[in-house]
Nanobody
């Protein structure tokens, strides 16, 4: 059974930091790409960052570049999202995601339960 469990959210003042964790199980972690998404009230879910556990490559949304850092601990099957210089507009529920390829172009998405991040001004 695929499981993704996020933790680490909370309330922080603008300019502060939080580190989110995503503990993964039920699939081959070393071959996977894990993504972070977020959804603010009244807005669509948006991609934040993605890490490829095959080679450690990562990408980021423009809105978080230079402030967020994604990393992976393959021994713990856990992905982290270090969030620094937080802004009120970073307030959202943060989700981690793994997409299993069924066939080329066709994926089944798995999501964690989400963790709330609230940044006060």
């Amino acid at each position: 059974e695929v499981q993704l469990v996020e933790s680490g959210g909370g309330l922080v003042q603008a300019g502060g930091s939080l580190r989110l964790s995503c503990a993964a199980s039920g699939f081959t972690f070393d071959d996977s790409a894990i993504a972070w998404f977020r959804q603010a009230p009244g807005k669509e879910r948006e991609g934040v960052s993605c890490i490829w556990n095959t080679d450690g490559g990562a990408n980021y949304a423009d809105s978080v570049k230079g402030r967020f850092t994604v990393s992976s601990d393959r021994a713990k099957n856990t992905v982290y999202l270090q969030m620094d210089s937080l802004k009120p507009e970073d307030t959202a529920v943060y989700y981690c995601n793994w997409a299993r390829m069924i066939n080329p172009g066709n994926y089944e998405n798995f999501w964690g339960q989400g963790t709330q991040v609230t940044v006060s001004s």
